[in-house]
Antibody
Framework: EVQLVESGGGVVQPGGSLRLSCEAS????????MHWVRQAPGKGLVWVSR????????SYADSVKGRFTISRDNAKNTLYLQMNSLRAEDTAIYYC???????????WGQGTLVTVSS | QSALIQPRSVSGSPGQSVTISCTGS?????????VSWHQHHPGKAPKLMIY???KRPSGVPDRFSGSKSGNTASLTISGLQAEDEADYYC??????????FGTGTKVTVL
C-alpha cells in the first residue's frame, strides 16, 4: 500500500526555521517526482515546490523562493522541505504528494501543521 | 501564479449532476493537457479524481468525468451521492515545472 507520512511540523517564531519530512512506503521513491502543497487555515490548496526523481531539478512558488529548499534522500525513501525565514503567512498544513510524471499528484499524505507565531 | 478560478460552491440532490468550472489562461489550463482534479474531505489526505484533463485513476467511479475547452476545465459528477460531499480543487501545469491550484469548490449534497 502506498503511504506518505509527513512529520516535523510545529510552532515556530517568525524568522525561524523548520524542516519537514515526508517518509514514503509501498513504492520506490526514486521512480517519482514529488511535490509539497500547503493549505492555510480556511483557505485552499496552494502549490509550494516540486523536485524531480533524482533531485537534480527543483522549482518553487514565488512566495517561498529563496526561503524554502526541497530535497530528497531516495536511499531513505524520504522527501524534505527546509523552511527558513518563516513568516506568519506560512502558517498552514503542509502536504507531500507523489507525481508519476504527468503533474497529477496521485497519492497524498495526511499533512503536518506548521504554525508561525510569536 | 494566480489561482485558477472556481465557483465557491455548488449543490445538488442525490442522483443529480453537478459541474464545477476551473478558469485559467493560455499559460496554464489552456496551454497544457496536465489538468487534474482532487477531492478533499477536511482533515483527510486529498484524493486524485481526474488527471490529464479527462482520465480517471483506477478505483475512481465513472460518475466523475473531466473536460476542457479553451482556458476552462470542468469536472462533472453524475449521479451525485452523499459521499461526494467534499471540497474539489482543479490543478494545472503552469510552465517552468510549476503548478497552480484552483480556488476550490465546496460540493454540497442536499
Amino acid at each position: 500500500e502506498v503511504q506518505l507520512v509527513e512529520s516535523g511540523g510545529g510552532v515556530v517564531q517568525p524568522g525561524g526555521s523548520l524542516r519537514l519530512s515526508c517518509e514514503a512506503s509501498g513504492f520506490t521513491l526514486i521512480s517519482y517526482w514529488m511535490h509539497w502543497v500547503r493549505q492555510a487555515p480556511g483557505k485552499g490548496l496552494v502549490w509550494v515546490s516540486r523536485i524531480n526523481s533524482d533531485g537534480s531539478g527543483t522549482s518553487y512558488a514565488d512566495s517561498v523562493k529563496g526561503r524554502f529548499t526541497i530535497s530528497r534522500d531516495n536511499a531513505k525513501n524520504t522527501l524534505y522541505l527546509q523552511m527558513n525565514s518563516l513568516r506568519a503567512e506560512d502558517t498552514a498544513i503542509y502536504y507531500c504528494a507523489r507525481d508519476p510524471g504527468n503533474y497529477g499528484s496521485d497519492h497524498w499524505g495526511q499533512g503536518t501543521l506548521v504554525t508561525v507565531s510569536s | 501564479q494566480s489561482a485558477l478560478i472556481q465557483p465557491r460552491s455548488v449543490s445538488g440532490s442525490p442522483g443529480q449532476s453537478v459541474t464545477i468550472s476551473c478558469t485559467g489562461s493560455s499559460s496554464d489550463v489552456g496551454g497544457y493537457i496536465y489538468v487534474s482534479w482532487h477531492q478533499h474531505h477536511p482533515g483527510k489526505a486529498p484524493k486524485l479524481m481526474i488527471y490529464d484533463v479527462n482520465k480517471r485513476p483506477s478505483g475512481v467511479p465513472d460518475r466523475f468525468s473531466g473536460s476542457k475547452s479553451g482556458n476552462t476545465a470542468s469536472l462533472t459528477i453524475s449521479g451525485l451521492q452523499a459521499e461526494d460531499e467534499a471540497d474539489y480543487y482543479c490543478c494545472s501545469y503552469a510552465g517552468s515545472y510549476t503548478l497552480v491550484f484552483g480556488t476550490g469548490t465546496k460540493v454540497t449534497v442536499l
